[in-house]
């Protein structure tokens, strides 16, 4: 799920979307608008994820971890 800076940077964002999907603007171009409007992945997830990405990663068929020390 995508994060937005604000509500009004999520509206401009899903317009250039819209744009780049009809061609009208580049992949560099739309990069930017991630890039302006969307909030980074290192500053979406806290340590109160971790449990629930772990118990995925563990969950998941066909995922050969090993464990954490």
């Not at 739309?30 to 629930?52: N, Q, W, Y």
Request: hydrophobic residues 35%; glycine residues 6%.
């Amino acid at each position: 799920m995508k994060k937005y800076k604000s509500p009004a940077l999520r509206h401009i964002h899903q317009e250039a979307v819209g744009l780049y999907k009809h061609g009208i603007i580049n992949a560099a171009e739309m990069r930017e608008f991630d890039k302006d409007c969307l909030v980074s992945g290192a500053s979406t997830f806290t340590t109160s994820h971790i449990p629930r990405i772990a118990a995925a990663i563990t969950a998941s068929p066909g995922r050969h971890t090993r464990p954490v020390k």
